[in-house]
C-alpha cells in the first residue's frame, strides 16, 4: 500500500514484514528511527522477534553473528562510528558465511564529529566481505531489503548483506513509498532455513583457528562467492520485479545512456539530482547520461565497462576518499578500462558532498563543465576556497 | 513543482509541519518530499525544514534556495537572518507573529507577506503553543495550494481525541484570520 512516510520508518516496516528473530542495534544518528521503530513493533506485538540491548556496536553486530550463526535471521543497523566499532566482527560474520542483514544509513566519519550524510563509512567496509547494495530513493531503500535477504540466504551464496541509504536525505526524508503486503513478502522471501547452525545435538565449530594449510582456501572460496553473486543479483531482481512489480537491475542502472557522449557515474540518492541536471541538459540537446553503481561489493566491472564503452568522456562522482590515493569508485572505474581497447578518452574523477555539504544542480553542472577539459583527478566540487587560508599558525 | 521552506527551532514542530504539509499534497494524489536539515540537534538551534512537491516523483536531493513559499514559525529568527533570501519573485510568505513586531524586509511587487498571531491561536484552541496547524490554515488560504478540507482531511488522519479537536480548530482559525485580514482566499 502507498503511504507517506519516513524512510528510517519505511525500512522497519519492510524488515518487521521480513520477520527477523533477532534485532540488534546501538542507537547513532542518523540511524536511530530504524531500529526505535523495530523495538515499537516488538513491543506492541507486531513483530515475534527478539530485541537484544547492548553497550555499544561491536556487541551488537556480535548478537547477530551469534544468532545467525544459530540459524535465526538477523538483522542490525547502524552508521559512521558505529560501523567501524563493529570493523573486525563484520570480517568475521562474511567469514563464517552468514547472512546477517545490516542497514547502513551513511553518514561521514570523525574527527572532526560530523553526523551529515556522505559515504565514507560504507565504502570503507569494502574489503570486509559483505555484498553492498545502494539505494536512489525509499523505494528502493525498501526494496532492497527483502533483495538482500533473499540474496544473502541463497545457498549458494550465504554472505551477510549491508543496504546502504544515505543518512538524513533518505533516513529522515518523507516520501510516498509502497510498503509490500504480508503475503507477498512471505512468498518471496520464505523462512530462513540455514544450511548449517550451532545445534548442541549436532555440534559444529564455527570460525575457529585455521592454519596456512587451509586458510587461503577459505578467503579464495570468499571471493568466488562475490563473483557469483554478479549473476545472481540479476537473478533475484528479476523475480523481485515479478512478484513486486518494481524494476531493479541490481547491479547498475543506466539513465540516458542511448548515443550518450558524457556519462556521470555516481551512487546513493545523488543520483536523483543527477538525473534532473541531465534531463535540463538533453532538453537543450546535450547528450548526457547517468550510470548508477547499486551494487558497489562485488563490483560490476564488466557490466560498467559495456555501459561505458561508447562514451568518450566519463564523470565519476565519489562521495568518499581514500586518502592518499584516487577516490574509491574511480580508482575502479578506470580499472574497469585497463587493457581494453574501447575505452573512454577522458575519465574524470570529482568528489562531492562529503560531511554533508549540500550536492545542488549547480555542484552537477559544474562538474558537467570540467569535464570538458583535462581529466580530473579527485576535483572537489564546491570548497570554500576562504576556508582552505586558515592556518594553525 | 512547487518548493517550500519552513523556518523554526528545533522542538517547534518544523518536521511535523512538513510532514503535515507533505502528507496533504499526497492525499491529493500529488509526490512531496519532505525533509529536515538539522544543526547540530538540540532544542532552540534554528534549523529548516523543507517539502518539495511535483505531480511525478521528486528526485532532486538538494535543500531549498529559492522557495515558491515560506512558512516562519518562529519570527524571532527573522533577527539577524534573512529568512527571506531567494523568496520568489511571486512568492508567498506566512509568518507566525503580531502585526508591528515582525520587521517584513522589503519585498518585490509581486512577493506577499503575511502575519498571523499562530500562537495566540493555539493557545486558544490547542491550550499549548504549537502554532503549526493555525499557519497551515494561514497557508492554505494565503496560496490556495490545497483548500481548507483537505488540510483538515490530512488533520483528522494524523491526530486523534482533544489534540485532533484542537488543531481542527486551529486550521480554521488560522484559515478565517487570513480570509478576513487579508480579504481574498485563493
Known sequence: MKEFVEGSHAVAEVVRLCKPGVISAYPITPQTHIVEDLAQFVSDGKLAAQTVNVESEHSAASVVLGASATGVRSYTATSSQGLFYMFEVLFNIAGMRLPVVMTCAARAISAPINIW?????????????????????????????????????????????????DGFILTHGIETVDIPEQTMVDNFLPPY???????????????????????????????????????MLPQIT?????????????????????????????IGSVCGTIKEVIDEARAKG???????????????????????????????????????????????????????KKAPSV?????????????????????????????????????KPELLKESYE | MKEIRIHARAGQGAITTASLLGYVYFLQGMYPYAFPNFGAARMGAPMNAYVRVDSKPVRLRSQIYEPDYLLVIDP?????????????????????????????????????SLVVPATDIAMKTIGRPLANTALLGAFAAATGEFSQEALLEAVKKRFSGKALDGNIASVKEGFEYVKHKYNEVK
Not at chain 1, 563509512?121 to 530513493?137: N, P
Not at chain 1, 581514500?322 to 578506470?334: D, F, H, I, N, R
Open chain 1, 347 to 383: 575519465i574524470s574523477s570529482f568528489v562531492v558532498g562529503l560531511g554533508g555539504r549540500d550536492i545542488t544542480k549547480d555542484s552537477i553542472r559544474e562538474v558537467i563543465k570540467l569535464l570538458n577539459g583535462r581529466e580530473r583527478n579527485g576535483e572537489f566540487i564546491d570548497l
Open chain 2, 76 to 112: 524571532t529568527l527573522m533577527r539577524g537572518f534573512n529568512c527571506f533570501s531567494g523568496l520568489q519573485d511571486a512568492g508567498i510568505a506566512v509568518i507566525n507573529g503580531k502585526d508591528g513586531e515582525v520587521e517584513i524586509p522589503k519585498l518585490s511587487a509581486r512577493q506577499k
Open chain 1, 193 to 231: 532455513i540455514a544450511p548449517y547452525k550451532l545445534d548442541p545435538a549436532a555440534p559444529v565449530t564455527m570460525g575457529p583457528l585455521v592454519d596456512p594449510e587451509y586458510y587461503m582456501e577459505t578467503r579464495y572460496a570468499l571471493q568466488e562467492t562475490q563473483k557469483k553473486v554478479l549473476d
Open chain 1, 286 to 340: 546535450k547528450k548526457i547520461g547517468l550510470l548508477k553503481v547499486s551494487c558497489l561489493r562485488p563490483f560490476p566491472a564488466q557490466q560498467i565497462y559495456d555501459a561505458l564503452k561508447g562514451a568518450s568522456k566519463v564523470a565519476v562522482i565519489d562521495r568518499a576518499l581514500s586518502l592518499g590515493s584516487t577516490a574509491p569508485l574511480a580508482s575502479e572505474v578506470k580499472a574497469a578500462f585497463f587493457g581494453k
Open chain 1, 238 to 266: 528479476a523475480e523481485f520485479a515479478k512478484t513486486f512489480g518494481r524494476k531493479y537491475n541490481g547491479l547498475v542502472e543506466g539513465y540516458h545512456l542511448e548515443g550518450a557522449e558524457k556519462v556521470i557515474v555516481a
Open chain 1, 117 to 165: 550524510n556522505d559515504q565514507q563509512d560504507a565504502v570503507s567496509l569494502r574489503d570486509s566481505g559483505w555484498i553492498q547494495l545502494h539505494a536512489e530513493d525509499i523505494q528502493e531503500a525498501v526494496d532492497l531489503h527483502l533483495i538482500a535477504y533473499k540474496l544473502a540466504e541463497n545457498k549458494s551464496i550465504m554472505l551477510p548483506v549491508m543496504v546502504c541509504m
